[in-house]
């Protein structure tokens, strides 16, 4: 099948699934949610999603008892069911299913949505634009939560205007992308925004910070400025399906494209240290 949805022990075509009206996903964005590579039909850094899951579930005080291995057999198993090697997963996992009211109902259990799709990685040689934007999101990006209509409104923003995603900043200090986060080589070090309240701790992010100081390439996490980021020698993009993006061009100003040979060198790096993860155990 080309997309296959799960909700609740119930697997159905994506395109038929349905879900009820009364799910508190649907009329409060009460959930939170994870997007995973599944690739040859084998998970890549499930650990690290399902730990950074437990993480937004916490601060919700959402109750979901699922166990790791039995949520991991579900995963599985809807990955399984799709045909394409290459697909991205989502999760989801809301309050519960109530009538509304905005405190939270008593007695209902969590409920959870997978659906999986095709989804080819981003060409990591292609040239990337972007725009900048004011950063209007709340106070707790680290959570990965289902209201993301800042992010929608600028994701459509930068595709209205020929671009692939959205730089977000707060008073001229970058935090990150739309739904990817935004890394700088300059003078041969590796910047990126601090793991904050500004910004999601991506996993793909921690993976590049991780490979660079094994490459004994100077890492730096502390917040830099619009102005730092257009003097960068190279900046890219990163997430589970865009293996760091090379961006050339940010609000039709020409950016990067000083230090192609170390932005290859951790693209290469990244590229090897997936294919060895995947290759020894899958996740
Ligand atoms: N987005 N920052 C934001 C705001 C994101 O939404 C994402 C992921 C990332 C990158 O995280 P990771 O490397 O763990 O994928 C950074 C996913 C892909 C999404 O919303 O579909």
């Not at 300059?186 to 793909?204: N, W």
């Not at 900046?235 to 760091?244: E, H």
Request: charged share 25%; aromatic share 8%; proline share 5%.
């Amino acid at each position: 099948m080309d997309a296959v949805g799960y909700y609740n022990g119930e697997f159905a075509p994506l395109a038929e699934l349905k879900i009820p009206a009364l799910d508190r996903g649907v009329y409060f964005g009460d959930g939170v949610y994870e997007a995973v590579r599944v690739d040859q039909h084998r998970f890549f850094a499930l650990d690290e999603h399902l730990d950074r899951l437990q993480n937004s579930l916490a601060f919700l005080r959402i109750p979901f008892s699922m166990s790791r291995e039995t949520l991991k057999a579900v995963l599985q198993e809807v990955a399984d069911r799709v045909d394409s090697a290459h697909q991205q997963l989502y999760f989801q996992v809301t309050r519960a299913t109530a009538a509304r009211t905005h405190s939270f109902p008593e007695g209902a259990e969590p409920n959870l949505l997978v659906f999986s799709r095709e989804v080819p990685f981003a060409d990591v040689n292609e040239p990337r634009k972007v725009i900048v934007l004011p950063d209007i999101r709340w106070k707790y990006c680290n959570i990965k939560t289902l209201n993301l209509i800042p992010a929608v409104l600028a994701a459509q923003t930068a595709k209205e205007r020929g671009c692939c995603e959205a730089v977000f900043h707060r008073d001229g200090v970058v935090t990150e992308c739309s739904s990817s986060n935004l890394l700088m080589l300059k003078g041969g070090a590796l910047h990126t925004a601090p793991a904050d309240e500004h910004i999601l701790p991506g996993v793909t992010r921690g993976h590049f910070l991780m490979l660079a100081r094994q490459m004994n390439i100077p890492v730096v996490e502390r917040a830099f400025t619009l102005e730092q980021a257009y003097g960068a020698d190279e900046l890219m993009i990163t997430s589970t399906s865009a293996r760091g993006l090379p961006v050339r061009e940010m609000e039709g100003r020409a950016v990067g494209g000083g230090d192609s040979a170390l932005l290859k060198k951790l693209q290469a790096a990244y590229q090897s240290y997936a294919d060895d993860r995947m290759a020894s155990a899958g996740e």
